[in-house]
């Protein structure tokens, strides 16, 4: 009996590392690898799903054509999704199985700061390139030359916030409550506080609260916001959470206004969080609602394919995607060892110097960031987000 | 008048520390058994009470089979239906995972051990089953805030903290003043005595199990109510705190699990009050280990010799 249960174990576990040795063969000549690394389960699963939904219309584009042209022959791409459970380790791991085992020639996502500031140190180490489409804290790219990303920065998305809400709720003072475990969030609450105290003057920050990511009950972080009576409240925050931020919030008595961030910016943020949502402002990559050209193109087709108005992280997918595909046809040629290929394609990201995506116009100056508009969004009473301003850096 | 408040928020918090906790001491009280998959109990009954609730008010994403009562039948009928089916979940779990290993005599350390399973089982389950996608309780009563001299106060919120404190006194009247309760208290004491003296034991563990899956059941729908995201993950970590709870309070006594309850809630909601919220956590369980480190057997319980 003992023994059975041994071999049978020893079977098991020759299986397991019989799949690792595989996993790692089978490169085709005619084909190129991109690796995705995803938010598919976990907190924001939404994200991830948007995220895939883009690349996989993107895909079917290129091969249906017969591929991707590099230097005049045709490649089948083939795309490769890890799910990285909205978790920074698991990101981490993710990135190395694409890297190591599946040997994708790029990596696009993850896709939050969260995710992303590990999973691009990682990447950096390795020599992968790795472009975010979504991740917009300053720490995702800074000082890793492997890394790029398709958004803003959050330096430019603060003063954007501060601007907009000081002008649209003539407010004088602002409240702040953010995930502290959540690189994002924190980040931009810090810039948040910064410019805004540096245009009303110190103090003006009456209430500056955090939370934690699986909290569900924010009732003593809001009472204390709602007793300072702020102007607005600004909520860099993931959708999931805004949900019961707002609504404990009105269940606190608070009848002002709030002001939010890109991560509001989910296409599940209105299922999620109703009609205590409706109205409300936030920074964004684009807006769907009254979008022109390419980006009208886009958002029609992919409403027809998946039955709903993508969000910016599959707008922002598509241009990332379209970037490292971008890339990869600059360097001309596809070369046969993938470290080689991987260098080559870093150079020629590098020397992208302008691009055209279905949300902007991107420039990058030599760095990984590039420079390109934010737009204010309003909620409309039958949630859609409706254009109301759009923000371009001097 | 923002102290006022947050005891408020505190009693509401802590009414669902106190729910829950509730079901832990129930079953260790009885079976010296760590039910550490009650905070996936909880979930579970979350997730029915979505899934009766929006078919019943015939919204999207329950099964569509043409109803379409009023919100408030539909809440009626939710609550009791919910915690029949949350006690069915808990009682199948005792039936599958618990009992076979108690027949076969096994230590209680493995039992323990099972239990942790069972609530990764449950949860891992409901996300393969339903996916990672988070969903929407549908709002089946409309809210009202009363504004009583700047605290505000919702309908709900009431409701919460009544239902806490109706469900301590039915299971405390259970426990100490009826036949079955008596019978649970003996099986605590001695459980190879106790069917000598003809009582069934299978019986009582399985009526402790439906009270506590029962409670966690309710404790589901009111929390999916006040807080209307679900997600598999969500009673991971208020069922740790719950527990947590339990055991300050003296795991295995009633009072304690309602007091254990409530005070996690008022350290949790005071600490965010005095100090920055990011301390939370820190310094709710720095206060929760003084009371243990003062009292190693909560503050409701008695010294034993053995325990898990």
């Keep these: ?394 | 008048m923002e102290i006022f408040q947050n005891i408020l928020n505190a009693l509401q918090f802590g009414s669902f520390y106190a729910l829950i906790a509730l079901g832990y001491t129930l079953v260790y009280g009885v079976l010296r058994l760590i039910n550490f998959a009650h905070g996936d109990i909880f979930m579970v009954g979350a997730y029915i009470a979505y899934f009766l609730a929006v078919t019943l008010i015939g919204a999207t994403g329950g099964f569509n089979v043409g109803l379409h009562v009023s919100p408030a039948v539909a809440l009626a009928i939710t609550v009791p239906v919910t915690m029949i089916l949350t006690a069915l979940v808990g009682v199948t779990l005792e039936r599958t995972a618990y009992r076979p290993l108690r027949r076969k005599g096994a230590n209680r350390l493995y039992v323990v051990i099972t239990a942790l399973m069972a609530g990764l089982v449950l949860e891992n389950g409901n996300l393969a089953l339903l996916g990672a996608t988070r969903k929407r309780f549908p709002d089946l009563i409309d809210k009202v805030v009363w504004n009583i001299g700047g605290v505000a106060v919702t309908n709900l919120k009431v409701v919460v903290i009544v239902a806490a404190i109706i469900v301590f006194a039915m299971l405390q009247f259970i426990v100490t003043r009826t036949k079955i309760g008596m019978a649970m208290r003996g099986i605590s004491y001695d459980k190879f005595a106790i069917p000598l003296m003809g009582i069934p034991l299978d019986t009582i563990i399985v009526v402790t199990f439906v009270l506590g899956s029962g409670m966690a059941g309710l404790a589901g729908i009111l929390f999916a109510m006040s807080y209307p995201i679900l997600e598999p993950y969500m009673g991971a970590l208020i069922g740790w705190k719950a527990f947590i709870a339990a055991v300050v309070g003296g795991i295995g006594d009633i009072r304690g699990a309602i007091v254990g309850g409530f005070l996690l809630g008022f350290i949790e909601i005071g600490v965010v009050a005095v100090f920055p919220s990011t301390l939370r956590d820190l310094f709710a369980f720095s206060v929760l280990l003084i009371i243990l480190w003062l009292r190693p057997t909560g503050l409701f319980g008695v010294a034993e010799t053995t325990k898990i």
């Design chain 1, 1 to 394: 009996m003992k023994k059975t249960t041994v071999k049978i174990l020893f079977v098991v576990l020759a299986l397991g590392l019989g799949a690792f040795a595989l996993a790692g063969c089978g490169k085709d000549s005619n084909t190129i690898k991109v690796g995705f690394n995803l938010e598919l389960t976990g907190d924001i699963p939404k994200v991830g799903e948007a995220s895939k939904f883009a690349a996989e219309m993107l895909k079917e584009d290129i091969n249906s054509k017969g591929g991707l042209e590099v230097g005049g022959k045709k490649y089948k791409l083939e795309f490769v999704y890890q799910d990285n459970e909205a978790k920074a380790e698991s990101a981490v791991n993710a990135a190395l199985k694409l890297i190591n085992q599946d040997g994708v020639v790029a990596i696009v996502g993850p896709n939050s700061s969260k995710q992303a500031v590990p999973a691009a140190a990682t990447c950096n180490d390795a020599q992968t390139v790795m472009v975010t489409p979504w991740s917009t804290n300053v720490d995702t790219t800074k000082d890793r030359p492997w890394v790029f990303r398709a958004c803003f920065l959050d330096a430019f998305q603060g003063p954007v916030a501060t601007n907009f809400a000081a002008k649209q709720f003539g407010a004088k003072t602002a409240a702040v409550i953010f995930d502290i475990s959540n690189d994002y969030s924190k980040g931009l609450a810090e810039i948040f506080k910064q410019e805004w105290e540096k245009k009303m003057g110190a103090g003006t920050v009456v209430g500056y609260e955090s939370h934690g990511t699986k909290d569900q009950d924010f009732s003593a972080q809001l009472t204390k916001i709602v007793a300072a009576k702020p102007d607005f409240i600004f909520v860099p925050d993931n959708y999931n959470q805004v949900a019961l931020i707002v609504k404990q919030a009105h269940d606190l008595g608070y009848k002002g206004p709030f002001m939010g961030s890109d991560a509001w910016g989910s296409a599940e943020l209105m299922t999620l969080c109703g009609k205590d949502c409706i109205g409300q402002f936030f920074s964004t990559h684009y807006a769907a609602a009254g979008a022109q050209g390419a980006t009208k193109e886009f958002i029609d087709r992919f409403n027809t394919k998946y039955k709903y108005v993508p969000d910016d992280v599959a707008a922002l997918t598509w241009d990332a995607t379209r970037l490292v595909l971008q890339a990869i046809q600059n360097v001309g040629k596809v070369e046969k060892d993938v470290k080689t290929e991987r260098k080559a394609i870093r150079d020629a990201m590098a020397n992208i110097k302008e691009f055209d995506g279905i949300t902007g116009k991107m420039k990058f100056a030599g760095t990984g960031d590039p420079a390109k508009c934010a737009v204010v969004v309003q909620i409309s009473p039958e949630g859609k987000f409706v254009f109301k301003q759009s923000v371009c850096p001097e």
